[in-house]
């Protein structure tokens, strides 16, 4: 996600924000997500221009109906697109533009599938959405300074981890106001069918058994490293003790290092 970069960037990067929100009217930090889940929901149909492809208007009636954000859904529509998280019935790798059908793709699925419940993917994205709270903004801001300031030493890992769980949940519980505002404002429940479901109580559900998961290991670590230094008497020597200093495990089991992989 961050390749040579300091920070996450989405235009630098090769993976996409799918919480981008643009200034159009309406505009959602759901919308793409709420794209991929309409057209997952109709993968198994098929059309005239073959399995899973739906018709663009069929998508953009139904959200302006809702939503009323015609910008908005042609924005995400040609952003998914780009990112090769949809495709047109054109081919375009770029846009929609002469498209009359579009349908996901496998990495649309494991974006929405997998990937927006990862705590590496949101811990990165944080860093280049926009906000539409700056108190939240300058906190967000200051964990990614703090996180900064904070060595990658044993001593502080955990300090370090504790920053940036603080920074995920403060970001989620963001995602959260703007969605239940949503559900209110456009009375979701009623009204939307296949959007009526939130997207953010299963992402915080999944985050948290992941912090979970990282918190323990980065502890059991820590104890570890502890507990086997181990002092050892040599048969030939008749005085003194051989400290041996053994490593954190660093068996197959445990998580891939991306998993907890640094953001700065």
Known sequence: MLGERRYYKEQASPIANLFDCGAERNASHFTALRIIRALLLRLGESSREGPG??????????????????????????RLVSRQLIECNTKSPD????????????AGWYYSRFLVKAFSYIDLVLQDTPLDDAAVERKLRDYVETVDNLSDKEDQKLQRMEVRFRRVREFLDYLQREEERETKQFDLAARAEIWSEPFVPKIRLQIEEEISYIERRVNENREKYTQDVKFESEPDETSGMDIAAVGDDDTNEDPPSDMVGETS
């Open 95 to 106: 846009t929609i533009t002469g498209a009359s059908h579009v349908r996901v793709t496998s």
């Open 53 to 78: 492809f739906v018709e663009i208007g069929q998508l953009v009636s139904m959200s302006e109906d809702i939503f009323d954000n015609h910008e908005d859904f042609l924005r995400a529509l040609n």
